[in-house]
Structure formats: structure tokens, C-alpha cells
């Protein structure tokens, strides 16, 4: 299992593009979140951008689902100019979100829409998607957001999306070979509806067999947070474009 981290700033950072990973296995692409900032950077950093397998959205804020339309319409435009059959891209999301994100889709097949119902599939607590098993758990944030867990064979790893972890979703983080946490901000802001920096470090000092990334960060904390992330050992930044060998746990 490899991990692009394609951004890493949260909804309105001017430096970095929204919080975003490309995990990939036996061929298969599968993207976990696409903000409206995430498209041009997974262009940038991915050669095969435009053979993505599907997307999963924790959940549908805009800074993790409005990118959509945008890689969508990308994707057709490479399939029309190479004399392609264009590609349906399923999306895992909510079932309460499910219209939401079929507008989103349809506004990026437009004004062609395909011969095709598109897919929009129902991120359950458990299933699986190409070569991945997956188990979801909610965080509390300001809209439902679903953390997820995928599975491969002896390995697996956890992504929190936004929002404080709950107990369900910190047990699925701990018995995780890596886990990348949203921490927004450098302390507690007041609100229960975003990670920060003690709450992760806590996290990882409690599980040292899980690699911990943090990511969805503010601007103005970066430089600091970075400063503050030399321990515990298995708790780093992530940045754009770092990739991650996740049975070797290597980071390039």
C-alpha cells in the first residue's frame, strides 16, 4: 500500500492544497477527499491523475468534496483526446449525503451526462472498495464525518477526515499501522469540532506502534506545529507530495 499526500492545508489555507490522499495498491487509485484546491496538485504530483478508481468523501464539506467536478471534467477531457471510452468515477459518501454529491457529479459530466447511472455508493460502517477492505467510525465536527480504516491484507491505514476523534474512531487510529489526523490547530480552540496538536500528540504517545501524520493544518501554525513535532518519534508533518511505503512505513 502507497500514500501521495496530494495537500495537506485545511479549508482556506493560501500555501497548501486542502487535505487530501492518494492511496494506491495492485494498480488501484483510490483518492480520499478532493477539496477545490486539491485537483491542480493531484495534476502536479500523480502522472496517472487521470486513472483514478474511485474517491471517498469523509464528508462533504466544501474543502473535501468541491474539487469533484473539476477532476471529473479533467478526466473526460483526456479520455475525448486520446479517443478514449470515458471513465464513470464511482464516489463512496453518506448515504445522507448521496444527493448532494450526485449534483457535484453531475455538474462535472455536464452538459454530456454518461450512458450510465453514476455511482454514487454508500459508505457503510463496513465494506470494500478494489483491493481494500474498509471500516468507518464518526468524529465529532460540525457536519457527519466518517473517519475511515482501510485494510490490506496485514496492514492497514486510518484517515480522521475532519473533526475531534470519538472513542469509536480513535480505537480504529490505534490498531492502525499509520494514521493521518486532522489537527487544524495548535491548541484547543474551544470548539470540539477540530483536532490540535496536544490532542494528537497524546494520541501517539499512547500507541507507539502506529505512525501518526498530521495534516488539515492552519497556516499560521504550520511553522510552529513543525518546530513542535520532533517527538514523540512516530508522530511527523505531512507535506504535498511526501509518499509513504506503508508496510515499510519509508517516507520519500
Known sequence: MRITFIGTGDAYSTEDANASVLVE??????LIDCGPT??????QLVPGWDRI??????????DHALGLPTQINRMLSRARSQNLVPKVLPVLCRIED????????????????????????????????GPFAYETAPTNHSVP?????????ET????????????????????????VLECQNLEDDGSS??????ACRALAESCPDTLFFLTHVKDRCRE?????????PNMKMARPGNILDIEKKEVK
Not at 486539491?38 to 495534476?43: E, F, K, Q, T, Y
Not at 448521496?98 to 463496513?126: F, K, S
Not at 464525518?145 to 491484507?153: D, K, P, Q, T, Y
Not at 510552529?224 to 514523540?232: E, N
Request: hydrophobic share 40%; net charge neutral.
Open 25 to 30: 495498491s495492485a494498480g488501484f487509485k483510490l
Open 38 to 43: 486539491v485537483p491542480r496538485a493531484l495534476w
Open 53 to 62: 478508481d474511485a474517491v471517498i468523501l469523509t464528508h462533504t464539506h466544501p
Open 98 to 129: 448521496a444527493d448532494q454529491v450526485r449534483a457535484l457529479l453531475e455538474y462535472g459530466y455536464w452538459p454530456e451526462p454518461p450512458d450510465r447511472p453514476l455511482p454514487v455508493i454508500p459508505l457503510q460502517p463496513r465494506g470494500e472498495i
Open 145 to 153: 464525518n466518517r473517519a475511515i480504516r482501510l485494510i490490506l491484507e
Open 156 to 179: 492497514s491505514l486510518f484517515i480522521s477526515g475532519d473533526g475531534r476523534l470519538l472513542p469509536e474512531s480513535e480505537s480504529l487510529a490505534a490498531k492502525s499501522a499509520v494514521a
Open 193 to 198: 469540532f477540530h483536532g490540535n496538536f496536544a
Open 224 to 232: 510552529k506545529m513543525t518546530r513542535l513535532c520532533t517527538g514523540p
